[in-house]
């Protein structure tokens, strides 16, 4: 069955190409987000990584790339065709959305990389307890979202930095209008879901660019170190499966 046009919101399967394309190399992707994430991974040789919402799999190849036994999960169907294509069988890939029961079972990671994934959800709790279940205790869930100051501060959004509620916007890549919807929070909202789930807040994270990208985005570099982008979370799975 053909997929409807129009005003999907958030439907990866219809620009995943386009998409990957665009982040491959980009200033917030590519020189900014997936470096401040591998940074606070450290040294993941020989660790089960659980690459959350990973897309076409950048980030899940540059984990394998440093030792790591990688497994992928993305809602998107074309995403995983993408990450299968770049990864072959270094990785194992699934097809799942994180709003689901996850297709792991308890402990089966020491890590979970979930970039800039949780802002797409209206409810952490159900997500971040399935995170919490494939954890080993003491295993690290690595989050990043958009900073809330940011959220609070776009155009769509509305002007109540304690509410949490969506908001809308258009992506523009390679010529074509893609309609999003995200959601925002406060900090103390993020840190009790997190506390909720059975995570215990151990790094709170506002990087700066890799200085790599001075040279090639000099105006977007200077924006990045002065302004706030993106903020990180590292959360410890603390007690016994599923935070008992």
């Not at 065709?81 to 308890?106: E, Q």
């Not at 999003?180 to 660019?209: Q, Y």
């Amino acid at each position: 069955m053909d997929r409807p046009t129009g005003t999907t919101e958030n439907d990866y399967d219809r620009f995943a190409e386009v998409y990957a394309e665009a982040t491959e190399h980009s200033l917030a992707n590519a020189y900014y987000e997936r470096p401040a994430a591998l940074g606070l991974a450290g040294d993941v040789t020989g660790r089960r990584v659980l690459d959350a919402g990973c897309g076409a799999g950048p980030l899940s190849a540059a984990l394998a790339e440093r030792g790591a036994r990688v497994t992928g999960i993305d809602a998107s169907a074309a995403m995983i065709a993408l990450a299968r294509r770049r990864l072959g069988d270094r990785a194992g890939l699934h097809v799942g959305d994180l709003r689901d029961p996850l297709p792991f079972g308890d402990g089966a990671f020491d890590d979970v990389i979930a970039s800039l994934v949780l802002h797409y959800l209206e409810d952490w709790g159900p997500t971040l307890a399935e995170l919490r279940r494939v954890l080993r205790p003491g295993g690290r869930l690595i989050a990043s979202v958009d900073h809330p100051f940011v959220a609070y501060t776009h155009p769509g959004a509305r002007p109540d930095y304690f509410a949490t509620s969506s908001y809308t916007f258009t992506w523009e890549f390679g010529g074509r209008s893609l309609p999003m919807r995200l959601w925002r929070r406060p900090i103390h909202a993020m840190t009790g879901a997190f506390a909720a789930a059975g995570f215990r807040v151990t790094a709170l994270s506002e990087p700066r660019p890799d200085p790599a990208a001075r040279a090639l985005f000099p105006d977007g570099y200077d924006k990045l170190t002065t302004q706030p982008c993106f903020l990180f979370f590292v959360v410890e799975a603390v007690g016994g499966p599923g935070g008992r």
